[in-house]
């Protein structure tokens, strides 16, 4: 049952990062019509050796670019907030029920009329709450630099993309070009009789049939590639909801307490 649940729970992940990559395929720069003809007029399907290195460079490359994120993943100390945020939360809590129990304005409490008492207790209160501040701008900065660096990485994605693309519609005219021309070339070899011109057909034929199986695996690094633009463009976003929520802490909740202390502390009598 569980197993199930796991299972339908990635499905669902994968079918929304689907839809979300589809989405982004809009806004993918497009491949150089220059580039591809470069590509194309130093591809012979005759050819072993250009065959086989037939888009290996850009294959490379995104290999590379998976283990470089990975190993940025790996490498890069995750900003946690969770602690942090949480002392925030439960420190506010208390201060309420301080302020509910007129804490806050000692000169209407006979009680906290202890005014060394009072003051201890307020200056243990403003240093808990710099204490949590200093930590959540710690954070604060881990995750600015954490999402520079997905920024970048995006970045290098849509260019790796664009590489892998321009091969593959290299690839895709050089055999649709070739197919146009092959009835000629087996006519020719049939009429010639040769054993060589045999041979050289064979050949040629062996090599759009390597050119194609280069092709279904150059698509399937580019489909790497766009489901990672979603991937990336997520956790982006979600650093960046934590990044402003711990600046609203920051600039907005904890100088309002700050306020409270220094007022209650204002209030008590000498």
Known sequence: MQAERERKCENTIQTGIDHMAAREEDLLPAP????????????????????????????SNMAAFSDYILKQVKETKQA????????????????EE???????????????????KNLQKYKQLEVRLDRIEHRLELV???????????EEMYEKNLEYYQNLEEWIVAGEETIREAEETMSGKRRRAGEEGQPLA????????EGL?????????????????????????????QKKLLADKI???LFGTIP???????LALAAIPD
Do not use: C
């Open 247 to 249: 600046q609203t802490a």
């Open 198 to 205: 045999l041979q050289q057909l064979h050949n040629y034929e």
């Open 32 to 59: 150089s019509r220059d580039r591809i003809e470069e590509i194309k007029a130093v591809t012979d399907p005759g050819d072993a050796q250009t065959v086989l290195q037939f888009g290996a460079e850009a294959q």
């Open 98 to 116: 301080e302020k509910n129990a007129a804490a806050w304005l000692p000169f209407l409490n006979r009680k906290s009329r202890n005014r060394k």
């Open 140 to 150: 604060r900065i881990q995750l600015l630099k954490e999402i520079t660096l997905f």
């Open 256 to 262: 309002l307490w700050k306020n409270q202390i220094a």
């Open 80 to 95: 946690d907030a969770a602690a942090p945020l949480s002392e925030l939360a439960e420190l506010i809590k208390e201060m």
């Open 209 to 237: 049939w390597q050119l194609e199986q280069k092709l279904y695996d150059l698509k399937i690094s580019r489909t790497i590639s766009l489901q990672t633009v979603p991937q990336i463009h997520l956790i982006q976003k």
